[in-house]
């Protein structure tokens, strides 16, 4: 099992460092695991095992519907504790988690997470911490998909909320998945993504999307 001190995340999360100093501290033995991209941590409907602490890399978080259709809800970060809600339901995992890349997790079982709580005090108000930040991120997420009235609107909403400091957008979701970020369809993303290159509000390469013009993008997002 590493230490506390080989745990490399990759943004600072001081609620994420006291539960994993609480783990490290306990007699819980973790699974320390690197995914693929494309792997399926669980899947909404199965049972609950556990969590996951994501160390390293970036994940989607998942619904879908009866009939098949997939609802992203966010993405995940480094940082993020994946099942949380689900464990301490103790039924089955509402959301389906899939690495966007390659990453590196902890796997703490449902048992061991309720013997912290129950023997931590520290352990448990990280927890809470946590959860509550994530009902915050939820939150966000539905005003950013449900404010814009249009398609067009609810993807400068997207590319502005994931532009880092140099205007760029890396390409790591397929139109698909961006799509089910938005709640639309793959075929509206590509168009809506080709009229803004053309317009030269953004320039779309083969690794990121650039954001040529702020200004008329934060103006479309408003719409």
Same mark, same amino acid.
């Given at each position: ?99 966007? /890349?390659?990453?590196?997790? $902890?796997? +703490?079982?449902?048992? #061991?997470? *309720?013997?912290? @709580?129950?023997? &931590? ?43 880092? /400091?140099?205007?760029?957008? $890396?390409? +790591?979701?397929?139109? #698909?998945? *961006?799509?089910? @970020?938005?709640? &639309? ?39």
């Amino acid at each position: 099992m590493p230490s506390a001190r080989q745990i490399e995340v990759e943004e600072p999360n001081a609620d994420l460092h006291s539960l994993i100093r609480e783990f490290h501290g306990s007699n819980i033995h973790n699974l320390n695991s690197l995914h693929r991209r494309g792997t399926v941590l669980f899947a909404e409907s199965e049972p609950v095992r556990g969590v996951y602490i994501l160390l390293t890399g970036r994940a989607t978080v998942s619904i879908a519907s009866s009939e098949g259709r997939i609802v992203m809800l966010r993405m995940a970060q480094a940082g993020a504790v994946l099942g949380l809600n689900s464990a301490l339901q103790n039924g089955s995992y509402d959301t389906t988690v899939k690495t966007l /890349g390659p990453c590196r997790t $902890d796997f +703490i079982s449902r048992v #061991e997470l *309720i013997e912290l @709580m129950q023997q &931590s005090p520290a352990g448990a108000q990280a927890i809470l911490k946590i959860l509550s930040r994530e009902l915050t991120e939820l939150t966000d997420r539905a005003k950013l998909l449900l404010l814009p009235q249009t398609a067009s609107g609810r993807l400068a909403k997207l590319l502005l909320h994931w532009s880092n /400091g140099n205007g760029s957008v $890396d390409r +790591i979701l397929t139109h #698909e998945e *961006i799509a089910q @970020m938005m709640c &639309s369809s793959r075929e509206t993303v590509t168009r809506l993504l080709a009229i803004l290159n053309r317009q030269e509000v953004i320039r779309v390469t083969s690794d990121s999307i650039l954001i040529r013009d702020r200004l008329a993008l934060e103006e479309i997002a408003r719409g």
